[in-house]
């Protein structure tokens, strides 16, 4: 399985991003998905997760509210959408698989390479 991640980049603060995550298999649709990021000298940490078929959210608290996450099945792809971009959202952005639904890093089995999201004051 493949994943890539792209539409990172710099932005201003208060600004918008949207994220997209392609994933070469064709059962995506069969995986839950998640979006990680990594920030210079911290853990890697989830920012959202969503079920198999989209019924299913989960939102870290620090981006309620301001993003969301989304797939298309049809086109095997998973987004995310970043309103309200703030300078501490800045960071690597991963864009993961896994069997079941979760929030764990640990819990995901296939990992992109990762886009990097850069918010200026």
């Known amino acids: ?28 649709s069969y995986f839950s998905m998640g979006w990680f990021r990594q920030a210079p000298g911290k853990e890697r940490e989830i920012v959202a997760a969503i079920s198999w078929n989209g019924d299913d959210t989960y939102y870290a608290n620090s981006v309620k509210g301001r993003f969301t996450i989304s797939r298309d099945n049809a086109k095997d792809t998973l987004y995310l959408q970043m309103n309200g971009l703030r300078v501490d959202d800045t960071a690597v952005y991963y864009c993961a698989s896994t069997r079941a639904m979760d929030v764990r890093t640990q819990g995901y089995e296939f990992w992109g390479q990762g886009t990097q999201v850069t918010v200026s004051s």
């Open 1 to 28: 399985v493949q994943l890539a991640e792209s539409g990172g980049g710099l932005v201003q603060a208060g600004g918008s991003l949207r994220l997209s995550c392609a994933v070469s298999r064709r059962t995506f």
